[in-house]
């Protein structure tokens, strides 16, 4: 008997008539009402612990991978503005947040980047940290994260 889910179970979908959709209003609900508004400090260290898990599962072997793979998911469509022997800045244009109301200085695109964090761990033998420096519903012009890598 199976013990564990993988990604590639997520695809077998049994449904006939409701297919493989759910609306953006259910994944922002359970995001941003359910992880952020319920848990402790806008839910912090479970969104990072929960976001490296769901990366690390992903079928990922390059970066281009990873990005490729953010877009076909619709959390966004990523795109590389920088990037040095150390340093990755990656801005998320479409990000599932667009259109939210603006709170000054709410970042809430945590997850997305522990995602982002977790593939990018399972391709890299280096450490690598993800920041969320910018986001549509802190009133920036798009969502963008800042990777470090420790070498
Ligand atoms: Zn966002």
């Known amino acids: ?41 806008g839910g912090k260290g479970t969104t990072v612990t929960i976001g490296r898990k769901i990366g690390e599962s992903l079928p990922v072997s390059t970066l281009e991978d990873i990005l490729a ?13 920088y990037q040095d022997e150390h340093k990755l800045r990656i801005v998320v244009e479409e990000c599932f947040c667009k259109g939210l109301p603006v709170m000054e200085g709410k970042m809430v695109c945590d997850l997305e980047g522990a995602i982002l964090e977790g593939a990018l761990h399972k391709i890299s033998k280096d450490k690598v940290a993800v920041r969320e420096v910018k986001c549509n519903v802190s009133g920036d012009e798009h969502c963008e994260y800042e990777v470090r890598y420790m070498r």
């Not at 609306?23 to 400090?41: K, S, V, Y």
């Not at 953010?70 to 795109?79: A, D, R, S």
């Open 1 to 41: 008997m199976k013990e564990a889910f993988t990604y590639e179970d997520m695809k077998l979908i049994g449904r006939e008539k409701l297919g493989n959709q759910v609306p953006l209003e259910l994944f922002r609900t359970i995001r941003l009402i359910g992880l952020h508004q319920a848990l402790p400090m």
């Open 69 to 81: 793979l953010f877009e076909e998911l619709q959390i966004g469509i990523p795109k590389i503005v």
